[in-house]
């Protein structure tokens, strides 16, 4: 749906002339003439006003009454007052009505400094109460939930927290229980408020009530700085802002990019920064000696790593997602280059094919985040935004909401984002191909039979208004993704503003890594490589290294035995191999047992480089802080051993890299760190995007011919299709920041209650799951969202249970 | 006087629809239904009737602002009858609830609203019942659901139970309510006739405006109008309460003198004693004297006395009661009934209940008074519905009406309570006026 | 100075200030119909108020009520079955059940509401005093739920209660004992004090002449739920219990 026409107008408040957009509400207005007007419940990502707190109580000539100007329209030609006697009234009136109740234990409290109801007492308030009655005391502070301390005597009831659980995130945990005085914050019958995005009701408090239970006590607003930077724990890539006293990121706050995260931040971006500063992080190289490993000194550690070069055209490598675009590069220079190796990879599984990603990577059919929020439809294809790049779900969640989006969800797991949908196709697990193959024949009449779902959502995406969003996951893989090209083309989205295609990759830069160049079919630039030059891509990689033709690996932020499929394969690629480089900030089971060289990696709010957001955004990495201990850069060691390896390097700084890789990518001709800036820049918006529009152009997407779609395979009795998911709390950096082990997911099996009739198994039971002799162990999870026949594991936890271990499509489950 | 809504109230079985039948009821809407939807509307508007309810706005006017076209539009009939005092739609309802139902389908053709809902307060039980008796039938005979009396009209109405909140009372309280959420009011705008049930164009009517429309359809427009004054036209329910010999609902005509109803049809204070003061229109309405018995009652005269004419709900008081006890009462009621949305409502009410709470523990001073006053004062205009006003109006007025009592309560009380004698207290808390603001650096 | 205002202190008079959250259970979301059972009469109940409104969330009152008229209050599990079929969570109707005051939330048994009016016309009329004798003929019974209530809407029957929905009035001290005995004895409680069977006291309502068709006969077993039923209308008990003396110039009281 089209976005709002702005139209500016004029109105005077306090006798200046100031000139904003119709419509907007007055407190905004008055920003644009420097007229400050105090409020407390006012904040626009919430939704609509609700007019409680009545701080911003302005004088409107023409309107008897005073009027919040929060809830206020501006119109043109209006005449606002804000200093009169009659609005300094009411406003000392509220303050000190406000502060009937607030205990004014400022010294004591953890938002003082930063507080706004110490700012708006100090200049609003008249500095008095007449208030003798004693002031309530409660206990406190108390639990909310283990990352939230409540202290009920603060609270204002500005209905900041509570909106955002209902209408924000619409978790609706948490509410006002009671009335009149009596209202406080709560949950049902004493659950905790446990939540993906419960962390942002800390930020939106303006008073002290809503503390960080990790964050508390530990500095003071004059204490610390902040420092802009990006969360790169998954392709949401938010835009933070790192809170730091002595060189410790103590507490991460959301830096609003309306681009990217619309200044929310989900708890795993919140509270992770506890994993930069604990024992378990690796902070010194490590080298294994005798079967251990050991730490070493750098030099140690550099020279065993630079024995790379003994195995010349044996070595693959691996990057994880949360490698920066400067250490993509360098990687695949090191390798295609120093080592003479085409293995290179940066995707889990086997991925999409380049000529297939050149040409849904064309900049004329890229959706931008905010078009999630004024498209007419979104579909989601095999994606769940929860747990593959959480920030979207609020995105999606505020288009349905506010601007009547409709979503359509095509996907084999149920989604959380189900209850706010138009339609939901759900098919067997791995069954993208064929729904795209049916509705691609729904569409252009090529089907000889359309199912009653898949014709609704075809006349849905055909005649719901043109702009239409369609989120994909690179996990889909191929053969589903070959097809996108075709719907886009059906639905006419090529070259639409506002509607496009906008991929999930599975790790956090993803795209830029790909971009750079780490693959194994396309160079940097995604561009195709000279002569059959292809390597292998990350399965192939593990085949051919457990078969001896790969002699050593480079693992580059991952660890394969945790992030990639087939579990068993990769530990005995990890087994065979006589080298193992890695560079890695926590030690998971995979370089535990099998790495040779540890370098410490740096953390997110270390590194100094770029990353490109899903949706073409370039941004920048700035140091916040120092490396600790004797962590050094990424792109140094990488350079570093590149220059030993014999590649022609000129990387003095991280940004020299930069300047090489914009060289090398035609499609970031010309841009410049300056550029990027704190916001970041979209490459598709920007000229130099011709080059990938020829690009893609000149590399058709081969549509897969529908005869040859794989079916689902089909179950035999007493079996189920086995689907898997990667929740948002599968990370190491969860694992070891201790406020967040709480949330580290045991292996369940999400089952049908019909199914799970049958096998006669109830709710929380333990439960074998079963595949060609291996077994793993998980509890039962009944939810009825699960299509009969279908059960769900979860990848990407630690340990023998993760869903990595199995590798076929079909289970056998037995209750314990 | 013709009475209009109690013409044979009591008459047995008026309830049902067979003597309500037979008594002429659904003649009006066979009238408003052979009539078109503007011409209806006309007779609305031109009858003058303004609403019963207690802010007493034109309900033609308000039907006026529906816009029209394809939407959903909704009538919500307010009886959620809770303001202290008032009782009148509760005998309406349970002694013919079929004249509210054929007032709501004649509002509801005027206004091209196509689901109705009535929300009556969950305390009720008996009227509900009867009314849901009422609405099966009226249903079963083709008065409401589909296709009313062949004329093509759709309304299904039904009747939604309240579960114990003032604040329901509210219109967008009760449509907040009646959507299954918590009755906080909404902010206006949208006001509802805009924007109200479930987004929808929203008429929201009180039981008595109801109920009155068939008589208005039947009698003419013109000759209601000529009921009442100028600007207060046709017949009111006044439900008279407290210190008066015959308490109940009277019909009267809108304009006669207060002391008619007081003393004429309620037969005042029993025996020997006087009035002392008196609310004209519920407890959210100033009070009144003694010396203002003779104010016609109407919207406008009771307005011009200070006061308003609100639910049409008198509760007398007389010389032996003590204003703190009714004073306490009110803020008590109030401070219980603020929904806590906004802040000088919820703080307000439960600030002036504590100091009314200390003038009988003796730990108040006269300067508690000025404070009252004030925070009052502070409350009036500020929050986001009338409710904190409907404490502060009247309270405000006990405090400028009957200080010097007030006065003589709290120096009673310390002398009770065996406190420091006046000329010794130093008020706590309160600063020098003449200090100004705290000193900024 | 004998300071008795009641003061908010540690342990506050309201519930739940004063409560941490048990950080052992599990984050309340939206109840799955897999792993909650309700009650089938409970659940139709639910569906039919549901299916009467455009938004199902409109039914959280009367499904609330329901839930209340199985356990006795609205208690947590009750409240998570009706988000099980509301496919609400449970803090949403928690957070509805808590702002009304007919909804319960604390435990409580299965019992007889006497809910007393204390609000101004009642309370000039000795309603406080009232309140305090049915607590002491109530006593300890735990299935007498009285409580003070503000306004009920009938002013005219100064100073009433509403037991079990009934209303009655006006009061003496001396029915607060009737009160829990009819209750007891599973009567109609004080039939001849009900207000089903008042008449109008309006003497424009023309009704002085036909005084006799209302009434009750004192004591009856059974009360007819309609209220204004003909049946009743044609029973030859005479006067009702209220006052139904019409004013007129004579009988005024100077």
Same mark, same amino acid.
């Given at each position: 749906m089209p976005r709002p026409e702005q139209k500016t107008i004029q109105l005077t408040i306090d006798g200046r002339e100031v000139g904003a957009v119709e419509g907007a509400m007055l407190v905004d207005a008055a920003k644009q003439g420097d007229v400050e007007i105090p409020y407390f419940c006012y904040e626009p990502k919430l939704g609509n006003p609700v007019g409680a707190c009545r701080m911003c109580l302005v004088e409107i000539e023409g309107i008897p009454k005073l009027q919040t100007s929060c809830s206020t329209p501006v119109k043109d030609g209006m005449v606002v007052h804000t200093q009169t006697d009659r609005v300094r009234h009411a406003q000392n009136a509220v303050v000190e009505f406000l502060l009937i109740n607030h205990p004014l234990d400022c010294p004591v409290c953890d938002k003082g400094g930063e507080c706004p109801l110490q700012d708006i007492t100090f200049g609003w308030?008249?500095?008095? +109460?007449?208030? &003798?009655?004693p002031k309530r005391h409660f206990e406190k502070?108390?639990?909310? +939930?283990?990352?939230?301390? &409540?202290? %009920?005597?603060? $609270? &204002?009831? $500005?209905?900041? $927290?509570?909106?955002?659980s209902q209408e924000v995130a619409e978790d609706y945990q948490l509410i006002f229980a009671e009335r009149g005085a009596e209202t406080y914050v709560a949950t049902h019958d004493g659950h905790p408020y446990v939540a993906p995005f419960s962390g942002n009701i800390i930020e939106l408090c303006p008073v002290g009530a809503l503390t960080s239970q990790p964050y508390r006590f530990r500095a003071r607003p004059w204490d610390i700085e902040g420092a802009g930077g990006i969360c790169t724990l998954c392709p949401a890539q938010c835009n933070v802002t790192f809170t730091v006293r002595d060189d410790r990121v103590l507490r991460v706050l959301a830096r609003d990019n309306a681009g990217v995260d619309d200044g929310w931040l989900c708890d795993k971006g919140r509270i992770a920064n506890q994993s930069i500063h604990v024992d378990e992080r690796i902070t010194k190289p490590m080298v294994r000696d005798g079967g251990e490993l050991r730490e070493v000194s750098w030099e140690r550690a550099l020279e065993t790593a630079a024995g790379l070069a003994r195995h010349q055209g044996r070595t693959g490598a691996l990057a994880g997602g949360q490698a920066t675009n400067e250490e993509g590069f360098l990687l695949q220079r090191l390798l295609r280059e120093g080592l003479d190796s085409a293995d290179i990879d940066s995707r889990v599984g086997r991925g999409v094919e380049a000529s297939t990603l050149r040409a849904l990577s064309a900049p004329a059919l890229q959706a931008s985040v905010p078009d999630l929020e004024f498209a007419h439809t979104v579909l989601l294809v095999g994606v769940e935004p929860l747990d593959d790049a959480p920030i979207l779900d609020? %995105? &999606? %969640?505020?288009?349905? %909401?506010?601007?009547?989006?409709?979503?359509a969800i095509a996907s084999a797991r149920p989604s959380a984002l189900d209850a706010n949908a138009a339609h939901i196709q759900r098919f067997a697990p791995g069954g993208e191909a064929g729904f795209l193959s049916d509705l691609i024949g729904a569409l252009d009449g090529s089907a000889t039979s359309t199912g009653q779902g898949l014709s609704t959502l075809a006349t849905l995406l055909r005649d719901g208004g043109e702009d239409v969003v369609i989120i994909w996951s690179e996990r889909m893989g191929n053969e589903a993704a070959g097809q996108l090209g075709r719907l886009a083309e059906l639905l006419g989205l090529p070259g639409r503003d506002g509607a496009g295609l906008l991929e999930i990759p599975c790790g956090a830069n993803g795209r830029g890594l790909r971009e750079a160049g780490v693959r194994p079919d396309s160079g940097a630039g995604l561009a195709p490589l000279p002569g059959a030059t292809n390597g292998r891509d990350a399965l192939g990689i593990a085949q051919a290294a457990a078969d001896g033709e790969l002699t050593a690996l480079y693992l580059l932020q991952t660890d394969p035995v945790r992030d990639q499929p087939d579990r068993a394969l990769w530990e005995r690629a990890l087994h065979s191999v006589a080298l193992v480089v890695a560079h890695a900030s926590v030690l998971t089971e995979g370089l535990r047992e099998h790495a040779t060289v540890i370098f410490p990696a740096e953390s997110h709010a270390e590194k100094e480089g770029t990353v490109v957001h899903p949706d073409g955004r370039v941004q920048r990495q700035r140091i916040a802080i120092a490396h600790p201990d004797e962590v050094r850069s990424g792109w140094a060691v990488l350079a570093e051993l590149a220059a030993r390896a014999g590649v022609d390097i000129d990387a003095r700084r991280s940004a020299d890299v930069f300047t090489e890789l914009a060289a090398a990518v035609p499609f970031y001709a010309g841009l410049t760190l300056e550029e990027i800036g704190g916001r970041g820049v979209r490459w598709p918006e920007r000229e130099a995007a011709g080059a990938a529009a020829a690009a893609a152009d000149a590399d058709a997407a081969p549509r897969t011919p529908n005869s040859h779609r794989s079916e689902p395979v089909l179950p035999n009795q007493g079996q189920l299709r086995l689907g898997t998911y990667r929740p948002i709390w599968a990370a190491p950096e969860c694992e070891i920041s201790p406020a967040l082990k709480f949330l580290i997911p045991e292996q369940q099996l999400e089952l049908a209650p019909q199914d799970a009739e049958w096998l006669g198994i109830g709710h929380g039971d333990e439960v074998t799951v079963t595949q060609n002799g291996t077994r793993i162990h998980a509890r039962a999870f009944l939810r009825s969202a699960v299509p009969a026949g279908s059960a769900f594991l979860a990848e990407g936890i630690g340990g023998e249970e993760s869903a990595n271990t199995l590798t076929e499509p079909l289970i056998e489950v037995r209750k314990v | 006087m013709k009475t209009i809504l109690f013409d044979n109230i009591d008459e047995p079985g008026l309830n049902t629809l067979e003597v309500y039948e037979r008594r002429g009821g659904y003649q009006a809407l066979r009238k408003a239904l052979s009539m078109s939807r503007e011409d209806v509307l006309s007779e609305i508007m031109d009858s003058g009737i303004r609403g019963r309810g207690g802010a007493g706005f034109e309900m033609g006017r308000k039907v006026s602002f529906l816009p029209h076209g394809d939407m959903e539009k909704y009538l919500v009939c307010n009886a959620d009858e809770s303001e202290p005092g008032t009782f009148k739609d509760r005998e309406l309802m349970q002694k013919s609830p079929h004249m509210l139902i054929e007032g709501i389908v004649i509002a509801a053709y005027a206004g091209e609203i196509a689901r109705a809902f009535i929300y009556i307060r969950g305390e009720y039980q008996l009227q509900a019942d009867i009314l849901e008796a009422a609405i099966a039938e009226a249903q079963r005979a083709g008065y409401i659901g589909q296709d009313i009396l062949a004329s093509g009209m759709n309304l299904p109405l039904v009747l939604h139970r309240g579960a114990g909140a003032y604040i329901c009372g509210e219109e967008t309280g009760l449509l907040d309510s009646l959507e299954g959420k918590r009755g906080n009011p909404r902010l206006k705008p949208p006001f509802p006739?805009? !924007? =109200?049930?479930?987004? =929808?164009?929203?008429?929201?009517?009180?039981? !008595?405006?109801?109920?009155?429309?068939?008589?208005?359809l039947n009698m003419g427009a013109a000759e209601y109008a000529k009921i009442g004054t100028e600007s207060s036209t046709g017949t009111k329910l006044v439900s008279i309460s407290g210190d008066v010999k015959r308490p109940g609902n009277y019909e009267i005509e809108l304009g006669i003198p207060s002391r008619e109803i007081i003393y004429g049809l309620a037969g005042g204070p029993p025996s020997g004693k006087e009035v002392k003061f008196w609310f004209p229109g519920g407890s959210s309405s100033p009070v009144l004297t003694k010396d203002d018995l003779d104010v016609p009652y109407d919207f406008d005269s009771l307005a011009k006395a200070g006061t308003m004419l609100g639910s049409g709900a008198i509760i007398v008081a007389d010389e032996s009661r003590r204003v703190l006890d009714t004073a306490l009462k009110l803020a008590k009621f109030y401070a219980h009934e603020s929904c806590g949305k906004c802040v000088p409502c919820r703080e307000g009410t439960n600030w002036t209940h504590k100091m009314l709470q200390r003038i009988y523990t003796g730990e108040a001073t006269p300067m508690d008074l000025d404070i009252m006053a004030s925070v009052q004062e502070q409350i009036i205009g500020n929050c986001l519905c009338v409710l904190g006003d409907a404490m502060a109006m009247p309270i405000g007025s006990m405090v400028a009406k009957f200080r010097d009592e007030l006065e003589g309560e709290i120096e009673a009380a310390r002398e009770r309570a065996d406190g420091a004698p006046l000329e010794d207290v130093v008020a706590l808390g309160v600063a020098d006026e003449q200090a100004g603001p705290m000193p900024v650096h | 100075m004998t300071p008795s205002v009641p003061r908010f202190a540690h342990g506050s008079r309201v519930p739940g200030w004063d409560d941490a959250v048990d950080l052992t259970k599990d984050p309340a979301v939206v109840p799955d119909p897999a792993t909650t059972p309700v009650p089938e009469e409970l659940r139709a109940e639910i569906e039919a108020a549901m299916a009467k409104y455009p938004d199902r969330r409109s039914a959280a009152i009367p499904a609330l009520h329901a839930a209340q008229a199985v356990y006795g209050y609205c208690s947590p599990e009750g409240i998570a079955q009706v988000a099980a079929v509301m496919r609400l969570t449970p803090a949403y109707l928690t957070s509805v059940a808590t702002f009304y005051d007919m909804l319960e939330t604390a435990p409580r048994p299965k019992h007889n509401d006497v809910f007393i009016c204390t609000n101004i016309s009642c309370s @000039? @009329?000795?309603a406080d005093e009232f309140f305090?004798?049915?607590?002491q003929a109530a006593g300890t019974d735990e299935t007498m739920h009285v409580r003070s209530f503000e306004c009920l809407g009938a002013c005219d029957i100064a100073p009433m209660a509403s037991v079990n929905g009934e209303y009655i009035g006006p009061l003496e001290l001396a029915d607060a004992q009737q009160i829990v005995d009819d209750l007891k004895a599973g009567r109609p409680v004080l039939s001849e004090k009900q207000i089903r069977y008042r008449r109008s006291v309006d003497p424009g309502a023309g009704g002085a002449d036909q005084a006799t068709e209302f009434g009750v006969r004192r004591g009856a077993a059974q009360v007819d739920t309609a209220g204004l039923s003909e049946a009743d209308a044609a029973s030859d008990r005479p006067g009702p219990a209220a006052p139904l003396e019409y004013p007129s110039e004579e009988n005024e009281d100077a």
């Open positions: 308030g008249l500095g008095r +109460s007449r208030m &003798i009655e502070p108390l639990a909310l +939930s283990p990352l939230v301390a &409540i202290d %009920r005597e603060r $609270c &204002i009831l $500005c209905y900041r $927290c509570v909106r955002f609020l %995105r &999606i %969640r505020k288009g349905v %909401r506010r601007n009547g989006v409709k979503l | 006739a805009i !924007e =109200g049930l479930y987004h =929808g164009p929203t008429l929201i009517n009180n039981v !008595e405006t109801l109920s009155t429309v068939p008589a208005i | @000039l @009329l000795g305090d004798a049915m607590l």
